[in-house]
């Protein structure tokens, strides 16, 4: 029974400002510890619900974040960007997927950090004509390969856009936005006891949560902040500028769309006024 981990940040509980998500936050040594526990504690209670082999992606930031010498022994490590499948790097192959620290889509009230996977870049994006953030694209991602998403861990609107869009999925609900700077959170060691028991149960129940699949054809529409951002991605062969900050992009298949989405996202990334 394989079992693969995506490792965001912002949704881990005590994870509340920029100073704890940035490399250079006064914060982040803190939060990267807090990381690296809740991903432990995923990992002990899938090992106890009869999973064999674990892989953990780091995929927040520049996706270093992780305490290596602090991680579980028994699993292996992915890190580092860019990778080609970023977020969901290495899901092929696996039988389940844990999303740990996730936040909500850009836009969301009262989510801790919401953002679609760039927050100076992305309004908002949509496949297929529904709305969705990084859980939702990495989940249909996963689909893709036929991988179900088994237990998602984050802020409370996460854990509602998770069981809104999964069926079936475990969640922990790790803090209460007040705000997108603030929270009311549980206590970490509470929190990592309830993903050490949900990801306990996921695995023991496997067979009950199903891939999330959005099925082709596709057509990705990417609001960006400015028009600027839009002037730049509509420089890529076969995207169409819709409007002043809309641009969109139709394929066939799941790696595709993500692919140049995460291409969109970084051409744009050139725009952001220093
Ligand atoms: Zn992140």
């Known amino acids: 029974m394989k079992i693969y981990i995506s490792a965001d940040i912002e949704?881990?509980?005590?994870?509340?400002?920029?100073?704890?998500?940035?490399?250079?936050?006064?914060?982040?040594?803190?939060?990267?510890?807090?990381?690296?526990?809740?991903?432990?504690?995923?990992?002990?209670?899938a090992f106890q619900g009869g999973a064999t082999e674990i892989?953990?992606?780091?995929?927040?930031?520049?996706m270093i974040n992780l305490l290596i010498e602090e991680l579980d022994q028994r699993v292996s490590i992915i890190s580092g960007s860019p990778k080609p499948l970023s977020m969901v790097q290495g899901i092929q192959g696996n039988d389940a997927a844990f999303f740990i620290g996730y936040h909500s889509k850009a836009g969301t009230e009262d989510a801790v950090m919401d953002h679609t996977y760039h927050g100076r870049v992305v309004h908002t994006i949509r496949v297929n004509g529904m709305e969705l953030g990084e859980l939702g694209i990495n989940a249909a991602l996963a689909g893709h390969f036929g991988v179900p998403v088994a237990l998602v861990a984050g802020d409370k609107k996460t854990t509602?856009?998770?069981?809104?869009?999964?069926?079936?999925?475990?969640?922990?609900?790790?803090?209460?936005?007040?705000?997108r700077f603030a929270a009311r959170n549980i206590h970490p060691a509470v929190a990592r006891e309830e993903i050490r028991k949900k990801a306990q149960e996921a695995v023991q129940n496997i067979g009950r949560v199903r891939p999330y699949v959005v099925p082709p054809p596709l057509h990705l529409e990417m609001d960006v902040l400015f028009s600027n951002m839009a002037d730049r991605i509509?420089?890529?062969?076969?995207?169409?500028?819709?409007?002043?900050?809309?641009?969109a992009y139709d394929c066939k298949?799941?790696?595709?769309?993500?692919?140049?989405?995460?291409?969109?996202?970084?051409?744009?990334?050139?725009?952001?006024l220093k």
Do not use: W
Not at 55 to 62: A, C, K, P, Q
Not at 166 to 179: C, F, H, P, S, Y
């Open 253 to 272: 298949d799941f790696v595709t769309l993500y692919t140049m989405m995460r291409a969109m996202t970084l051409i744009a990334s050139t725009a952001i």
């Open 11 to 45: 949704g881990i509980c005590g994870v509340t400002d920029i100073d704890h998500t940035r490399r250079e936050g006064k914060d982040y040594d803190t939060a990267r510890m807090l990381m690296t526990k809740e991903v432990n504690a995923a990992v002990q209670g």
């Open 160 to 179: 509602e856009e998770a069981t809104a869009l999964l069926n079936d999925v475990e969640i922990v609900t790790t803090k209460e936005g007040i705000g």
């Open 234 to 247: 509509a420089m890529i062969p076969s995207v169409e500028r819709v409007s002043g900050r809309r641009v």
């Open 55 to 62: 892989v953990v992606n780091d995929s927040h930031g520049s």
